[in-house]
């Protein structure tokens, strides 16, 4: 709690305008939702349906292939913020308004990232896959990792850090190259920059920190050094329409899964498969699994 005398005097109008924003706002997001909870499936399909082509033509995104109760969410808190009430007139606003799409495309691809997000997870990673990737290849061979689903470049920093840090123990001179991918332009700008404020870098240690990144005092932010950073490529790749990379020792892919629809996974699974060398390794997230093909994988952690 702060001391309310250190903010600037409102007027009781400005607080009693405020309020009815508010106020409206959270009206009409239950009333977005029990009216999308009412709707007919195929209504709901058919705006859908509508909604994907407009952004298609615009972004080139499809989000055909996802999760409808992700996309319901996410549309539903733009319907509040425009005041609409159903799906046919938000419809007409992203008609009228293309910088709408951008704002609901940028809604839909909100990713939930961090450095070493699940820590339990990535000492596994640590200590049992990273050192199986360098006994799985000649002193000669280069290994190759792909992280799918990069967003603002966390995870992919944060497995290069842990094979940065395998290699100068090891002494190992293997050549690293990590593609971290993903389909939003905006994530990758600050994945390439590899600039990151204090309190997303809030978990490190301070040995890590020291290590692997230079602080900028005057803007309180750190830079991921050039020894980690030229060990990653960024790139924009869409799993559903590009073409996998190939001969891969490692793919990280996780919590993007969850919000594909079975049928997309159904695809994506293979293309993994086809992506990896003999050997190679899939991490996935806690709650993604590989379904029916347990022939082609042999499970080295039941968890990841």
Same mark, same amino acid.
């Given at each position: ?96 308004? /293309? ?117 900028? /005092? ?25 073409? /996998? ?32 060398? /003999? ?26």
């Amino acid at each position: 709690h702060r001391d309310l005398h250190s903010f600037p005097t409102r007027r009781s109008s400005d607080l009693g305008d405020m309020m009815a924003h508010l106020t409206s706002y959270a009206d009409k997001t239950k009333q977005v939702s029990d009216h999308l909870l009412d709707s007919n499936t195929t209504d709901k399909e058919n705006f859908h349906k509508k909604i994907f082509m407009l952004i298609r033509n615009q972004s080139g995104h499809d989000f055909s292939k996802y999760k409808s109760s992700m996309i319901n969410r996410r549309i539903e808190r733009r319907l509040a913020v425009n005041q609409v009430d159903n799906m046919g007139d938000y419809i007409k606003v992203l008609q009228n308004k /293309p910088a709408e799409i951008q704002v609901l495309v940028k809604d839909l691809l909100i990713g939930v990232t961090s450095f070493f997000r699940d820590e339990d997870d990535f000492l596994k990673l640590e200590q049992k896959i990273i050192p199986m990737l360098f006994e799985n290849n000649n002193p000669n061979a280069k290994i190759k990792v792909w992280c799918a689903g990069c967003s603002t470049g966390e995870e992919a920093y944060s497995i290069a850090i842990l094979i940065h840090e395998y290699m100068e123990k090891s002494n190992n001179k293997h050549t690293i190259q990590i593609f971290a991918t993903d389909i939003d332009h905006n994530a990758l700008e600050i994945a390439r920059a590899g600039v990151y404020s204090r309190n997303v870098i809030s978990d490190l240690t301070s040995e890590r920190l020291n290590k692997c990144f230079i602080v900028d /005092p005057d803007n309180d932010t750190y830079r991921i050094v050039q020894s980690i950073r030229e060990m990653l490529i960024f790139s924009e790749q869409s799993l559903i329409k590009d073409p /996998p990379f190939s001969k891969l020792d490692l793919i990280s892919c996780r919590n993007l899964l969850i919000y594909l629809s079975s049928d997309l996974q159904k695809k994506i699974i293979p293309l993994f498969h086809y992506a990896l060398k /003999p050997k190679g390794v899939l991490f996935l997230g806690i709650s993604e699994t590989i379904g029916n093909y347990e022939t082609q994988f042999e499970v080295l952690d039941q968890k990841l």
